[in-house]
């Protein structure tokens, strides 16, 4: 018997006796600073190829500091933190205050209002500086800049407070293979003009190596500096021990602290792939009641189902399981939707899901219509809605359907949510689990693993 979780609780599981129980972590083995101001204060005096704000900053300077939106999954303070010394520092130099901006790089995700993110940043920050707090506006051409092609015809443009600001100082919370790099400014301060060249199902990548996406993000970056010049963005990368602390915090340019991030990474971390020394017949998991697009709102069957079911928790489908294999997935996936934040979500569960589950096929034929839709645009621009091509994009994880036979969902509430992408309902994991072995067989001992 084991527990998985199951939307805000767990439920207990009878697995066979052929289960392979593996426990892999969404941090890496680093012990947590022990002060986290220190951390980052000693990060600002010694940055990685870059001179310290205090030997290039000057007092007449305007300056950004862009930051993460609270869709990132860290709950250390480690933007109050880090802003906090960054404001400290230019105030030292002489760095008029109304002179600097605060940029909240939310890209296609939708804007957050002070309160939500006063949660990240303290009151005493978004007190100081409430009206020179703006979040990032994909679709407001006068606040974007295009800034040229890549060598290989991938259309770059960046937030205009990038481009007439002296200095964009960038507070990353959480390096990953997916996060971090020139990511932070290429999508979080961009448009769909230029993120549509990346975000795709076969570019979007979490890998540590030959990361596809970060690849163009790296040409992207490196037209950046050209149009602007080198040493215009200094970033402050940082590496989790856990959700909760910090445990390294890099300072630097883009390309350095990146670098810092991935070498670390790649020491500490486990492959996926050497996770199992024989690949799994069965993958059954459970879902919290969590996605980071439901931040401040509330989840929908496309982010339960799709986005984290096969997307943030399925990417270990691939690593561990045969191809052809079937996934059992215990959720309750109640049947709601979020009007205000995710207003798309039931046009396409209704009408787009309704012709296709290919995540290509899905792009290609309604990507455009989604990307211009005036009505979806204005409750993105003035409602705190996510932008119209975001839903589409929680599709993407579709792709892990390419190597999976069949898909089991446990105990959900609603059968019908899951037939509507050909899923098979069950009321409890044991009756997925025998629903599983039928297709495979019963012949021989089937490796089960129980992702926990």
């Known amino acids: 018997m084991v527990q998985l979780v199951f939307g805000d609780s767990y439920i207990d599981a009878a697995l066979p006796d052929t289960t392979h129980l593996i426990e892999p972590s969404f941090s890496i083995p680093l012990e947590p600073v022990a002060d986290l101001g220190k951390a980052v204060h000693g990060a600002l005096r010694n940055p990685l190829d870059v001179k310290p704000l205090n030997d290039q900053v000057k007092p007449n300077w305007s300056v950004t500091i862009a930051f993460d939106d609270p869709t990132v999954p860290c709950y250390a303070p480690i933007w109050e933190t880090a802003i906090s010394t960054v404001l400290s520092e230019l105030k030292k130099i002489g760095v008029d205050k109304n002179r600097i901006t605060l940029l909240c790089a ?112 790296n040409e992207m970056g490196e037209l950046v500096e ?100 079937s996934v059992i997935i215990a959720t309750p996936c109640p049947n709601q939707w979020d009007e205000s934040h995710h207003p798309t979500h039931r046009e396409i569960w209704d009408r787009v ?9 899905i792009m290609s034929s309604y990507a455009n219509e989604f990307a211009t839709r005036a009505d979806y645009i204005a409750k993105y621009r003035f409602e705190y809605a996510f932008h ?13 359907l390419r190597h999976v036979s069949h898909v089991f969902i446990a105990g959900i509430q609603d059968p019908k949510i899951a037939q509507r992408l050909n899923f098979t309902p069950t009321k409890t994991v044991e009756d997925a689990i025998g629903g599983a072995q039928s297709i495979h067989g019963k012949t021989r001992l089937l490796p089960l693993c129980s992702i926990q």
């Open 106 to 217: 939310n890209a296609l995700h939708r804007k957050f209002r002070l309160s939500e993110l006063e949660t990240i940043l303290g009151s005493a920050i978004v007190q100081a500086f409430r009206d020179q707090i703006v979040c990032h506006d994909a679709e407001d051409s006068d606040s974007i800049v295009h800034l040229g092609e890549t060598s290989s015809g991938c259309d770059v443009e960046v937030n205009r407070k990038v481009v007439e600001s002296n200095l964009t100082v960038y507070v990353n919370t959480v390096s990953t293979g997916f996060n971090g790099g020139w990511k932070s400014i290429c999508v979080g301060l961009s448009s769909w003009r230029s993120i549509h060249w990346h975000h795709t199902p076969d570019i979007m990548s979490m890998s540590l190596v030959r990361n596809p996406m970060h690849e163009i993000l």
């Open 226 to 325: 050209s149009k602007l010049g080198r040493g215009r963005i200094f970033k402050i990368e940082t590496l989790l021990a856990n959700p909760f602390q910090a445990a390294c915090v890099w300072a630097g340019s883009v390309n350095a602290t990146r670098q810092a991030s991935l070498d670390l990474l790649k020491a500490r971390s486990v492959p996926r792939r050497q996770l199992l020394s024989e690949k799994a017949d069965i993958i059954c998991y459970g879902l919290p009641n969590w996605s980071p697009y439901a931040a401040f709102s509330k989840m929908t069957p496309i982010l339960t189902l799709i986005s984290t079911g096969l997307g943030y928790l399925g990417g270990m489908i691939q690593a561990i399981g045969k191809p052809g294999c």
């Open 353 to 361: 899901l309704a012709k296709t589950k290919d995540p290509d096929q």
């Open 388 to 400: 119209p091509i975001h839903g589409l994009l929680a599709l993407q994880p579709l792709k892990r």
